[in-house]
């Protein structure tokens, strides 16, 4: 599993939206920012201003991750295509924790190459995917989705896989943005 943040947010457009909600202009300060942002946003519960912060993370996890992600409407995606790519590299499986499993996975991964090998077409092949495959994404969160996300999917009660992977974005958060969502991770 491999997560990365692949833009730089900025809480410009967050601080510039409560300034036109409340005809007061932005601060160029941070520490002033920060303070309007905390108060504003996090403490009076004015969250919609916090969909102009983005961060786009690239996320290599299971199917299993994925598919739990997209169930998160209110994020863009842009996914490895295994209907274009699949025989373009090595099939990897993330690994269950449970060794009787991953060695089934283990014997299926020799099946699906077995496959490739012999020129089936990536789109039959791509049907015999389990759901610990491996695949990258890109996906773009604004802060208040982000926050939402971390807050389902870090507690205990998430998949390992997805609980993994929302720790590990929140991680990848600069530090000095990290006060949005700390509220929300576990």
């Given at each position: 599993?491999?997560?990365?943040l692949v ?6 457009f967050t601080d ?8 007061k202009?932005c ?12 108060n ?21 996890a ?5 598919l ?18 699949l025989?373009?590299?090595e ?12 060695g089934?996975l ?11 090998a012999k ?11 389990p ?6 994404w ?7 989705s982000l ?10 009660s998430a998949?390992?896989h ?21 509220e929300?991770?576990?």
């Open positions: 599993m491999q997560v990365e833009n730089e947010p900025s809480l410009e510039m939206a409560i300034g036109e909600c409340y005809d202009g601060y160029v300060n941070g520490a002033e920012r920060d303070k309007r942002i905390n504003i946003a996090l403490t009076k519960k004015h969250s919609s201003v916090l969909e102009f912060t983005d961060f786009v993370f690239e996320i290599t299971s199917t299993k991750v994925l739990e992600m997209t169930r998160h409407r209110m994020a863009s995606y842009a996914c490895k295509s295994s209907r274009y790519t025989n373009k590299g099939v990897v499986f993330e690994s269950t924790g449970d060794d009787e499993v991953d089934f283990d014997y299926w991964k020799v099946v699906i190459e077995s496959q490739i020129g089936k077409s990536n789109e039959i092949v791509s049907l015999m995917l759901q610990a495959y491996q695949y990258r890109l996906v773009k969160f604004n802060a208040r926050k939402n996300f971390l807050a389902l999917r870090s507690k205990r998949h390992f997805i609980r993994e992977v929302a720790v590990l974005m929140y991680a990848k958060v600069p530090d000095e943005l990290k006060y949005l969502f700390d929300d991770v576990l």
